[in-house]
């Protein structure tokens, strides 16, 4: 039987700000994303903050961190139909973000009219647990916090590899393309599993 309900943030509940701007800044300097990966890994395990990381990556696009700013607001913003599904799939399962991401980044969806807590019962991201996905240990550190096995669960991300590593540990997986797509495999599999 189904209890909760676990999300990857980016690329799902968010756009992938930093696949955006590298398409913008990098098109195929394949050294560079590179260099990118690794700072982004480095941050994803909260060793450099959000600000730090995002200095490195204007470095890196030998740009102005103002003018990589610029690009960024052009693209933030949550999925709201989504975070709203996700609001209502809350009153009857657990709900989660589990995400390869530093400290401080999910945080900033939520406003004083929207509340983290409405949404999400728990927020795992590699920065503060300190491992990253598809690591066995970060999807079990997230059953584990929301109190479920984790044949209880549901794992959604847009990478094949991170879904891959939640089925291994147990947990029934969806990828995500869109949210229409989402809904309807997630509704099959609600009704299969309770």
Not at 23 to 39: G, P, T
Not at 53 to 69: G, K
Request: aromatic fraction near 10%; charged fraction near 35%; include cysteine.
């Amino acid at each position: 039987m189904i209890k909760a309900i676990i999300f990857d943030c980016f690329g799902v509940i968010y756009p992938d700000t930093l696949t955006i701007v590298q398409r913008i800044y990098l098109k195929n300097d394949i050294a560079k994303q590179q260099k990118i990966r690794e700072v982004r890994k480095v941050c994803d395990r909260g060793e450099i903050s959000r600000d730090d990381f995002w200095d490195e990556v204007a470095r890196i696009f030998n740009i102005p961190r103002a003018e990589l700013d610029i690009e960024l607001d052009k693209v933030r913003g949550a999925d709201w139909e989504l975070l709203d599904y996700i609001k209502d799939l809350k009153k009857n399962y657990k709900t989660a973000i589990l995400s390869n991401v530093g400290a401080g980044f999910i945080e900033r969806m939520f406003d004083h009219d929207r509340k983290q807590q409405d949404y999400f019962d728990v927020l795992a991201v590699s920065g503060e647990i300190g491992t990253l996905k598809p690591d066995p240990r970060a999807y079990l550190y997230t059953a584990n916090k929301l109190g479920v096995e984790t044949s209880a669960c549901i794992f959604i991300d847009d990478k094949k590899r991170m879904v891959e590593g939640a089925e291994q540990v147990g947990m029934k997986g969806i990828m995500y393309t869109s949210f229409d797509d989402f809904k309807n495999n997630l509704e099959e599999l609600l009704s299969k599993n309770g």
